[in-house]
């Protein structure tokens, strides 16, 4: 089955800097791959997500890459402000008509000001 | 803005009780999933329903856990009999089968 590997753990920056995480999945089929925002006792929130079709995508100060022959993506952040930490989750679509996520383990970033 | 609900949002009970969390997924989606959250796991998938439907439980421990979907509005979780290790943040999500899916608030269970 799928397997989805998240790094870094935790990654400390400062405000204005830039943040990136990386993931790397392991099946070949997956064709989704969003990320999750989740701030303390919150809900995972959807921030941003890529289909297999494009390598990268877009939205004001994020972006997320893909690289499907490498079988990775990554989670850029820009000029990152305090209110941007937070943990972050990417998530890999398995083979099946249904889109089940399989999660990575999670980032926690924080942004010092 | 629609947003998926859950009930209740803490719940606190003793070892042997039986618990019930409940989920309106957002109108319209048809797709709907438990999730499980705590420290040591992170998110684990413990059942999902397409058009009420289940179509995957392998996440969850069969002999106390049990989803159903009563109809299109409501998703329930039941655990009987609860265990302290069944203690965690537990997540319904909702979403249509293109991929997106979006999380409810949570029930935070503790089982003393």
């Known amino acids: 089955g799928e397997n989805v590997e998240q790094h870094p753990s935790t990654l400390s920056v400062q405000e204005g800097d830039s943040a990136v995480i990386k993931c790397t999945y392991s099946?070949?089929?997956?064709?989704?791959f969003p990320w999750y925002k989740q701030e303390l006792g919150k809900r995972p929130q959807l921030i941003i997500d890529?289909?297999?079709?494009?390598g990268e995508k877009k939205d004001q100060r994020i972006a997320v890459t893909l690289n499907k022959t490498a079988k990775h993506f990554s989670l850029h952040i820009t000029e990152t402000q305090p209110e941007d930490s937070a943990v972050y989750f990417c998530?890999?679509?398995?083979?099946?008509?249904?889109?089940?996520?399989?999660f990575g383990t999670g980032t926690r970033l924080l942004v010092s000001p | 803005d629609a947003r998926v609900t859950q009930t209740p949002r803490d719940k606190v009970t003793e070892m042997g009780q039986e618990v019930t969390m409940r989920c309106q997924p957002i109108?319209?989606?048809?797709?709907v999933f438990w999730y499980r959250q705590t420290m040591m796991q992170g998110l684990e998938l413990l059942a999902y329903?397409?058009?009420?439907?289940?179509?995957?439980d392998s996440g969850m421990p069969k002999d106390r856990f049990s989803a159903e979907m009563p109809d299109a509005t409501l998703a329930t979780l039941k655990i009987q009999p609860s265990e302290p290790r069944d203690s965690a943040v537990y997540f319904c999500?909702?979403?249509?089968?293109?991929?997106?899916?979006?999380f409810g608030p949570g029930t935070r269970l503790t089982v003393l």
């Open positions: 109108l319209g989606h048809n797709t």
């Open positions: 099946d070949s089929a997956s064709n989704y």
């Open positions: 999500a909702s979403g249509l089968t293109a991929g997106e899916q979006f």
């Open positions: 329903f397409r058009n009420r439907a289940p179509l995957d």
């Open positions: 998530a890999a679509s398995t083979n099946t008509g249904f889109q089940k996520l399989v």
């Open positions: 890529i289909r297999s079709n494009v």
